[in-house]
């Protein structure tokens, strides 16, 4: 690095000073720091950072995610980045207000805590599947996954216009003919989620409101008698995949007031990923040859997969790649969304961490 001046200590805070410029060349910034009250004054080499992006948002993060209190920077209220081309010769310069902890991250309703998008959705996850792989809680809560598939069968005979009953009890009759009042009732709930979204602004809402009117339609008024039996009869492992999967990205997304998502996300991503990798990891063991399919239903006689199997012509190994299939999609889907917040929330600290390993690599 010839022709650079060495990292500089301008202040009487050289320990503090020389402990952050540590931070930052682990980093790969190597830097100028100087402490002075509640500002912390950072130059940065433009052959390091050209531009101030990412650069600054790098510092950013890395000063969110350290302890600065016990660096003694506990009242540290202001940060200022120099862009150097010599010492005390600036090309760029940007300045932010540093909050290591706002109100946000210790609100456990609130959607941009970044311990709730980043710690705590995997945690939910991890719960749910030792509840899963525990035996007596396994069986103690079989009825969430009963649930969860009764309502598969069920929410596909709505969206498709006929009336459904989920029962808890493993079974859910279906009307197989076109009901307009089911039809509207459907309509008019997705309407008023549309509604409440939009007088709160809120996106998501509006979005899957709009979705599912669209596949409402299709499905009532597009689809065949016979490609609806047999989705009937799919729906049932096919919601323990798809209802679960988008209860658990749904957690990232706010839904109008009224449901107070922002707490009951919690308890419901746990029972969905409780259903959700039990599921998967079942048919994961029958692709394997290790568990046989499913067949017959809590109450003896044919279920869903003899329905499939002997009504609708599926071979025993198209029923095990598809479901196979879609539990790898929503996987997908769910661990997409979660490295996309992660990126998002945590940009410049994931940055960081990378050069340090390339660095020591």
Not at 279 to 307: A, F, H, K, T, Y
Request: aromatic share 14%; charged share 15%; glycine share 10%.
């Amino acid at each position: 690095m010839s022709g650079r001046p060495d990292n500089a200590i301008n202040d009487a805070n050289g320990a503090i000073a020389q402990s952050l410029i540590d931070q930052f060349a682990r980093a790969g910034l190597p830097a100028q720091v100087s402490i002075r009250g509640d500002q912390l004054h950072i130059g940065l080499w433009t052959a390091d950072a050209p531009t101030p992006e990412p650069a600054t948002q790098t510092l950013r993060q890395l000063l969110q995610h350290l302890d600065l209190a016990a660096l003694g920077l506990s009242n540290l209220s202001r940060v200022h980045v120099y862009g150097l081309t010599a010492p005390k010769q600036a090309a760029w310069r940007r300045e932010f207000a540093i909050a290591p902890l706002t109100a946000a991250d210790t609100d456990l309703a609130a959607f941009d805590n970044r311990f709730s998008a980043v710690v705590y959705f995997p945690l939910a996850l991890l719960l749910g599947i030792l509840l899963k792989a525990f035996g007596p809680f396994g069986i103690l809560l079989r009825g969430i996954d009963i649930w969860f598939h009764e309502f598969g069968h069920a929410v596909v005979a709505w969206m498709a216009g006929r009336r459904a009953i989920p029962l808890p009890i493993g079974f859910t009759p279906v009307n197989p003919e076109r009901s307009l009042v089911v039809y509207g009732c459907v309509l008019t709930l997705l309407g008023l989620l549309f509604w409440a979204g939009q007088r709160e602004q809120k996106r998501w809402p509006q979005v899957l409101a709009g979705s599912l009117a669209v596949v409402q339609f299709a499905m009532t008024w597009l689809m065949s008698a016979n490609t609806f039996d047999w989705l009937l009869y799919f729906g049932g492992i096919g919601g323990e995949f798809l209802i679960c999967a988008l209860l658990m990205v749904s957690y990232y997304f706010p839904f109008p007031a009224y449901f107070q998502w922002g707490l009951y996300r919690y308890p419901v991503v746990v029972g969905a990923a409780f259903t959700f990798f039990g599921s998967l990891w079942n048919w994961r063991q029958v692709r394997r040859g290790l568990q046989d399919i499913p067949w017959g239903s809590m109450w003896g006689g044919d279920g869903d997969m003899e329905q499939l199997a002997y009504g609708h012509g599926w071979s025993q190994q198209r029923i095990i790649d598809t479901y196979n299939a879609l539990g790898t999609i929503c996987l997908s889907a769910i661990v997409a969304v979660y490295v996309h917040q992660l990126v998002t929330r945590h940009r410049g600290w994931l940055v960081a961490q990378w050069r340090q390993f390339v660095v020591r690599g």
